[in-house]
T-cell receptor, first 112, second 111 residues
């Protein structure tokens, strides 16, 4: 069974631009969570989508947004990029609300 | 706010040594998971513990969930270079079922 797929793997953007990241969860999994990982802050929760609805939200500014489609694929958007947004963005797939999370390889975003 | 603190933050040991990593919180979690992450990759699930006092073994790795379900430990026996990586605990609990990650323990096993 295919794992969690994140695209692209690497991305370089300039300050002020916007970016969209994509995550395809494991087939049958309805929950997709997004995390930002940086050396200084560790894994920070961004938001979780379940059946196309945002179920949980972390403490990130409104520049960070997401959505989930009917096939459970999810996208994350960051507008007006800042240097501090440089990070590894990870997507986690879960079957339901209380099962283990399976991660994609992440998207490494560099803002210059 | 639920927080998970891991200790130590960094650990460098020789191959063959034993080690223990701790994951502590003031909050109760319905379940707790341990992950290992290698550079440039996403975390990979190692184990899930759900019952207070539960002990699970995965080859040379032993995981324990505290009786009060607020803390957990990971013990590695006879560490190998392949054990090198970032170890993360993650807890789930509360009304939101949000998965919260610990601060991480970076382990380096030297040959």
């Amino acid at each position: 069974k295919a794992g969690v797929t994140q695209t692209p793997r690497y991305l370089i953007k300039t300050r002020g631009q916007q970016v969209t990241l994509s995550c395809s969860p494991i087939s049958g999994h309805r929950s997709v969570s997004w995390y930002q990982q940086t050396p200084g802050q560790g894994l920070q929760f961004l938001f979780e989508y379940f059946s196309e609805t945002q179920r949980n939200k972390g403490n990130f500014p409104g520049r960070f947004s997401g959505r989930q489609f009917s096939n459970s694929r999810s996208e994350m958007n960051v507008s007006t990029l800042e240097l501090g947004d440089s990070a590894l963005y990870l997507c986690a797939s879960r079957r339901g609300s209380d099962t283990e999370a399976f991660f994609g390889q992440g998207t490494r975003l560099t803002v210059v | 706010t639920q927080l998970l603190e891991q200790s130590p933050q960094f650990l460098s040991i020789q191959e063959g040594e034993n080690l223990t990593v701790y994951c502590n919180s003031s909050s109760v979690f319905s379940s707790l998971q341990w992950y290992r992450q290698e550079p440039g990759e996403g975390p990979v699930l190692l184990v899930t513990v759900v019952t207070g006092g539960e002990v699970k073994k995965l080859k040379r790795l032993t995981f324990q969930f505290g009786d009060a379900r607020k803390d957990s430990s990971l013990h590695i026996t006879a560490a190998q270079t392949g054990d090198t990586g970032l170890y993360l605990c993650a807890g789930e609990g509360g009304a939101t079922n949000k998965l919260i990650f610990g601060t991480g323990t970076l382990l380096a096993v030297q040959p």
